[in-house]
């Protein structure tokens, strides 16, 4: 056996190709980090309010408190994700330590600086980002992300910007495949992306890191959609613990990830779930209170 | 005289299924992906990919896989597991949740996230018995350990103080790693070759 090499990017984004197919849940305790886990979910993200109670109760939203954090790490055997604000780097740094297994640097947070993201490349534990598309994808990917999430409207229940995002990156791609090399230079400057990853991408057709979806997803047909829209798995944030039945729902999703193809199996699992989130019109939220606009 | 080209089956309900599936398919075996027991049908061999093993023992159930897949490896099916593949296969879980059943196709013990978290993940090279060219790239993501190792399961690949990372008994193979994220085929074709060819 030769040298062991921890903190390598393949060890990162490897660990990130374990999660396809599967779902992510946000939890709030270890209740229901253990609801998560018995209903099948591949991970669970670790936060102190879900993103609808966020968008509810206002003001600054940090990383969660450590033995919250600390609680559910140790409620659990699968792997446990945690949120730190945008360009908060501290955040991250006491995330690291704490032994999770994956950083969220994520908008759902208030962002802690309003022009640089974290150097992802300084930690060995991986991080996921979200993104609108893909340029914003590539720059994530740039600064170290291992993995992406298109990011939706968190805490909404409206699938509809999840959608969008999603669609917005499979035809960014679409777009530059093909270019001839001289074309990929212009694309990278209107991508305001590096050129090595515009050009990764253009010859390979997908990003170069595994991408879920998240933000408003809150049904079982809603998570076979955006697998359907080709991403690689799905968050759930509000989806399942702001709805009636969170086990019967959260064991619903991951059957509908899995069988996302299947329409007989969506319509099984779809059945007398009890009330699902309610939800709300994105253009009913007043334009200073999107989370989705937030990251550069 | 061409072999005949061997059915290989990639269980798809979640995880790394894709990557065996590009490698399988470089080393032309006729591969397809597995979710139900009616597509078991058949198979010369079938791989269990890495992913998280509670998520895919919960999926198994519900799918209705426990029998059939036991009955198919009893049957003659070969059967390769990488780190949560080879959690499901072992006769019994260190770690699992208590309501989860193990195939129990190997006569082994196995312990989940025995290195750790994510954190403790690591790549190296590990060396394979069988394998042809020197030690075996391999990537340890969260990966468990063998232990209590019955007396018809042979070590492939150790490390240097002993620790057993890749298993076999007779048509079933274990291994804690992860060959399918390497550009490393050796593995695979070990798989094919010698296993689902014995």
Request: proline share 5%; aromatic share 6%.
């Amino acid at each position: 056996m030769t040298e062991q090499e921890s903190g390598t990017l393949k060890v990162k984004t490897g660990f990130a190709e374990m999660m396809k197919g599967g779902v992510i849940m946000d939890v709030v305790n270890p209740e229901q980090a253990k609801i998560a886990e018995d209903a099948g979910a591949v991970a669970v993200m670790a936060l102190e309010r879900v993103p609808a109670d966020i968008r509810a109760h206002g003001g600054v939203a940090r990383m969660s408190d450590p033995t919250m954090i600390e609680g559910i790490v140790a409620a659990v055997s699968i792997p446990v994700m945690a949120k730190c604000r945008i360009g908060h780097f501290v955040e991250a740094q006491v995330l690291q330590s704490l032994g999770v297994d994956f950083i969220d640097e994520s908008e759902v947070l208030t962002p802690a600086d309003d022009e640089y993201h974290v150097n992802k490349w300084d930690f060995d534990v991986p991080f996921v980002c979200g993104a609108r598309n893909l340029g914003e994808a590539l720059r994530r990917i740039a600064e170290g992300a291992a993995m992406i999430r298109t990011k939706g409207e968190p805490g909404t229940g409206n699938v509809v910007e999840a959608v969008r995002h999603m669609r917005t990156v499979t035809t960014d791609i679409a777009r530059i495949k093909g270019l001839r090399d001289e074309q990929l230079f212009t694309a990278a400057k209107d991508l305001q992306a590096p050129y090595e990853l515009v050009k990764w991408v253009a010859e390979h057709g997908c990003l170069p890191v595994v991408n879920f979806s998240a933000g408003g997803i809150a049904t079982p047909a809603d998570a076979a959609l955006m697998m359907q829209l080709g991403c690689d798995g799905v968050f759930v944030g509000s989806g399942i613990f702001k709805s009636g039945d969170p086990a019967k729902r959260a064991r619903a999703i991951v059957e509908a990830t899995t069988n996302y193809d299947d329409p007989d199996t969506i319509a099984r699992v779809s059945r007398d779930l009890g009330e699902a989130m309610v939800g709300i019109e994105i253009s009913d939220i007043p334009e200073n209170e999107l989370m989705a606009g937030r990251g550069w | 005289m061409e072999p005949a080209r061997k059915t290989i089956g990639v269980l798809a309900l979640q995880g790394a299924f894709r990557e065996h599936r590009r490698m399988l398919d470089g080393l032309g075996a006729d591969t397809r992906l597995v979710r139900w027991p009616g597509e078991l049908e058949g198979l010369d061999g079938l791989v269990i990919p890495g992913g998280e093993s509670t998520a895919i023992a919960k999926l198994l159930d519900i799918h209705g896989m426990y029998g059939p897949l036991r009955a198919a490896h009893g049957r003659g099916m070969a059967v390769f597991g990488t780190c949560a593949g080879a959690i499901l296969m072992a006769r019994d879980i260190e770690g699992a949740r208590p309501d989860q059943e193990p195939l129990a196709l190997m006569d082994v013990r196995i312990r989940r996230n025995a290195y750790g978290r994510q954190i403790d993940s690591f790549e190296t090279t590990v060396p394979f018995a069988g394998v042809e060219g020197g030690p075996v790239k391999a990537v340890f993501i969260r990966a468990p350990r063998f232990a209590d190792l019955g007396s018809g399961v042979r070590v492939l690949s150790a490390a240097d103080d002993g620790e057993p990372l890749a298993v076999r008994e007779g048509r079933a193979l274990a291994v804690a790693f992860h060959p399918e994220l390497t550009d490393d085929v050796r593995v695979h074709a070990y798989f094919l070759g010698s296993v689902v060819g014995a």
